[in-house]
């Protein structure tokens, strides 16, 4: 799954951390260890009544796009261990314990920004006006994250930050949308577009072996079998680029229409709790001898109730 997919773009980006000292408020500390300090510090989401009474969110939270966002230090990556190797047949086979594999280490630690925005029309799938709004709206936040990484400090505007996080930005080679409801309506093209290049340039590759004459100097198997060849690279390009295109948008999965269903979700639950649907006694039902149903009572009922029969 790409990038930019179901109306989302799905924002993965490596930036190089600092790797010299940080001397600020009478301290010096590596700029990976304040970076770690400012992650921390940071607000996430209202998780409980205390954060929400104090105000706490994230500052991703002021821009009306962002479904989702990480930041993540990464000082080394995780070693799997040793290949697996059966002691027992190397003996019988009298085989030498392999050496220990390479193994990646990074120069230096590396923050890495996930994000889940939703798509707009634009190329880059509106990452740049993105990256503009949340340079205007939290813009002490991302300086405090961002200037421990390399190439930071020449940014100054909200187009310079928008060009920082497109250079650190990798391709997205597997996506999450939490947003699907069933199989996705695919629309894509059918068998016979898809093979007729293929097709058409195997029998091209064929006939011109022969206005070239050459269908005397060759045999003619070799250009059954260059045809073949053909058509078959041809047609697993068609195939690859089809399957690279974006799913299509789900129907309500940008972020106003989320926010808006789960404002339904807790208002009709406080609804259900209020007026007990489900619970026989009166003190939760229409009035009897009331015709309106408005829920506005009469100050004189227009029938006096008879009471329980």
């Known amino acids: 799954m790409p990038t930019l997919d179901g109306g989302h773009l799905y924002l993965t980006g490596l930036y190089p951390v600092r790797t010299d000292l940080r001397q600020a408020d009478g301290r010096t500390i590596p700029w990976s260890h304040h970076l770690r300090e400012e992650l921390a510090l940071l607000p996430t989401a209202q998780q409980n009544p205390e954060t929400a009474e104090a105000g706490l969110v994230s500052p991703f939270a ?61 190329p880059d799938g509106g990452l740049a006006r993105w990256a ?108 690859s680029r089809a399957g690279r295109r974006p799913f299509p948008p789900f129907p309500d999965s940008d972020l106003g229409t989320v926010l808006k269903a789960l404002f339904l979700h807790r208002s009709f639950a406080r609804f259900l709790e209020e007026t007990r649907p489900c619970d026989p006694d009166p003190a939760f039902a229409q009035p009897p001898g009331v015709i309106r149903s408005d829920g506005v009572p009469l100050e004189k009922p227009l029938l006096r109730p008879l009471g329980d029969i």
């Open 62 to 122: 002021r821009c009306r796009r962002t479904h989702f966002a990480r930041l993540v230090v990464i000082d080394q990556p995780m070693w799997g261990g040793r290949d697996p190797v059966d002691p027992i047949l190397n003996i019988l086979l009298r085989r030498r314990l392999k050496e220990q594999p390479p193994y990646d280490i990074l120069s230096r630690p590396w923050l890495l920004f996930a994000a889940d925005i939703d798509r707009t029309d634009e």
């Open 132 to 239: 503009r709004h949340m340079w205007a709206v939290a813009e002490p936040e991302m300086r405090a994250i961002f200037e421990a990484t390399i190439g930071f400090d020449t940014v100054q505007d909200g187009e310079g930050f928008a060009r920082f996080l497109a250079r650190g930005q990798i391709e997205t080679t597997m996506s999450f949308n939490g947003y699907y409801d069933g199989e996705p309506v695919l629309k894509g093209p059918g068998a016979v577009r898809l093979l007729a290049l293929p097709a058409a340039a195997a029998a091209g590759l064929v006939l011109l072996a022969c206005w070239l004459g050459l269908e005397g100097a060759l045999p003619w198997s070799l250009l059954i079998l260059a045809a073949i060849a053909l058509f078959a690279a041809l047609g697993l390009w068609q195939i």
